[in-house]
């Protein structure tokens, strides 16, 4: 099998069709498995999904994830889960994940990006990636990436500034030799994903927006608040650090944003404000990422750390920026 798409969803029946006839759509000349994990849906998404399996059975398979009735359960843990476990099954040489309520625009995207990876000269390239258009329920599109220029980017050029959702990216299929342990197995979403693969090669960049990343209100994202999504991120963080502990300074640089906004909101740090990534980080013995979410401040000394750490983000943050408008100038970005 040349590729598998992995899909995961929950409660997605609204979206979960359009998914599969983007990916069902694709023109390739090679073969492709389409892997659907479901993380116990109680709507009809399982229905629809086990519809178009009958109609592809040698194509879909299906996969869910038991839910118990009334159990409360950690969403991180069980995203990153669902994924690891179709990266499990998976049998394509190489592998791309699509969640349930995303889908792809163009029907050459499979073929485009397993012809740059399989060129000889991309041999040092782990992943394929292209832009995106954020797509909202009112019809807007706007693009995510503001990068125009096709290229190869490493970590070092990517990390600071740049964001291409995991949806984006084709990979080779590493995980046999490299599987993810830990609390990257723990929390193995977006920027974790990037940052795992970026362990073991570049990433070639196409700037053709060829997916779909649907902003939804309500989602797992965005029902959530400023201080949730800053606990989000410096458990990313840690995770980039479990990881690469060579690579802080640029992992400091990204999560300036992050930083700032905990440390503006300092006073409304608690335990259940991080919720539930503080249970996540607490489980794990994630010391910091819970340097975060117990912050005192009333704590001299941990007020003088986390301005330190502010203005050295901060400074690297302002760095990254003139070095991207340099490169916007000479349309090298």
Known sequence: MKVSVLITTYNLE???RQTLDSVLMQKTNFSHEVL???DG?????IEIIKEYQSRYPEKIKLFVMPRESG???NRVERSAANRLNLLEKATGEYCCFLDGDDYYLDETKLQRQVDVLEKEENQDCVMCAHNLFLTYETGEKV?????KKERKITLQQYWPLMFLQANAILFRNIYRQNQPTGILAKSFDDNNITFWLFQHGKMYYLPQPMGAYR???GSSW???DEIQKASSNVLGYSVELSVSKEHRNLSVIRHYPDFRSLYENRTKISKEACMPFYQTAKENHVQEALWFYEFDEEDAAMEKKFESLLRRAKRGYFIAKCKRAFLKVFRLY
């Open 143 to 147: 693009l995510l990436c503001k990068a």
């Open 36 to 38: 659907v994990g479901d």
């Open 215 to 217: 902003q939804v209100s």
């Open 71 to 73: 159990k409360e359960y």
């Open 222 to 224: 965005n029902a959530i």
């Open 14 to 16: 609204k979206y979960i």
């Open 41 to 45: 849906s109680t709507d009809g998404t």
